[in-house]
């Protein structure tokens, strides 16, 4: 955990902004990706899901990029509440001007009974960077209320292969300070835009023991999903593709997980899963509380 909190930490304060505007910009890949894996579809979903909310979490909230998304389709009066181990700071400063909004330093593994309960928990691209994810996950669960909603995102397990280089390079660049790994991840990043460079599409057959599933796939995505993470997107500049190839390979706690074991915390946790989501990437998780919210009618 000390080598992926230091790993946090120098990615947020090196990179405050990463990815803020992108993710509150209607129709990037960015925000397009939160609001469809989610199962929200377009801005207007995410409106609409959070009208009946009046406390929501973010547990896990980096810069604070999502929190703003949340606050920013929250209806009004609605309380938004950030809690990061590393980065508080870095999404208080970017959160300055929300009235609404209020960010705790925490961890998602310690007593967070002081936040108090909320009806919608948003905790995506956290989890599997704690080092114990089920536990986690029930610790967050204690906070919601009846009738509330949590969902998650975590890495899915992945192709033989990328499974392979993944492992590979996080222990080969784990000893390295931000600098150095920043330049690793940039020469990362660099193969990413070469690829996507080519815009050709190759069409593959299924060959299950490597994992591949038949399809058409840009030559980038096909190398990006099956053999090696090498992020890149157009959206954003060299820095920021850099930083988020950074996030995936330095980080030494960074667990990949299955449908079923995800299913199964929310089951454990007494959670209704009103929502089930997997591409090549991640698991997201939408489950409810039973039960109805207080003032409100029964379900």
């Given at each position: 955990m000390v080598n992926t909190a230091r790993s946090f930490h120098d990615k947020w304060h090196q990179n405050r902004d990463l990815a803020f505007r992108q993710?509150?910009?209607?129709?990037?890949?960015?925000?397009?990706?939160?609001?469809?894996?989610?199962?929200?579809?377009?801005?207007?979903?995410?409106?609409?899901?959070?009208?009946?909310r009046r406390r929501i979490l973010d547990a896990g909230c980096g810069n604070g990029r999502v929190t703003a998304l949340l606050a920013r389709h929250a209806p009004a009066g609605a309380e938004l509440v950030g809690v990061d181990l590393t980065a508080a700071d870095v999404a208080r400063e970017n959160l300055a001007g929300a009235g609404n909004v209020v960010i705790h330093e925490g961890d998602l593994l310690g007593d967070l009974e002081y936040l108090g309960d909320f009806d919608f928990i948003?905790?995506?691209?956290?989890?599997?960077?704690?080092?114990?994810?089920?536990?986690?996950?029930?610790?967050?669960?204690?906070?919601?209320?009846?009738?509330?909603?949590?969902?998650i995102y975590v890495y899915r397990r992945k192709a033989p292969v990328r499974e392979f280089t993944d492992d590979h390079v996080r222990a080969a660049i784990a000893g390295m300070p931000y600098e150095q790994a920043m330049e690793f991840s940039h020469r990362i990043a660099e193969v990413g835009r070469q690829l996507a460079a080519i815009g050709a599409d190759i069409t593959v057959p299924q060959i299950d023991e490597l994992g591949i599933e038949a399809g058409t796939y840009d030559v980038q995505r096909f190398v990006y999903h099956f053999f090696a993470k090498c992020f890149w997107s157009d959206e954003l500049d060299?820095?920021?593709?850099?930083?988020?190839?950074?996030?995936?390979?330095?980080?030494?706690?960074?667990?990949?997980?299955?449908?079923?074991?995800?299913v199964g915390w929310y089951a454990h946790a007494g959670l209704e899963v009103m929502h089930e989501h997997v591409d090549h990437y991640g698991i997201t998780v939408r489950g409810r509380r039973p039960g109805h919210r207080a003032g409100s009618p029964p379900a």
């Open positions: 993710t509150l910009t209607p129709g990037s890949d960015i925000q397009t990706w939160i609001l469809t894996r989610n199962g929200w579809g377009d801005p207007d979903g995410l409106t609409e899901f959070l009208r009946p948003y905790c995506q691209e956290v989890l599997h960077h704690t080092r114990h994810p089920a536990v986690a996950f029930a610790n967050v669960a204690e906070r919601l209320r009846p009738g509330g909603e949590y969902a060299a820095e920021a593709n850099a930083a988020i190839n950074y996030d995936w390979y330095h980080p030494q706690d960074c667990s990949r997980h299955t449908l079923d074991e995800v």
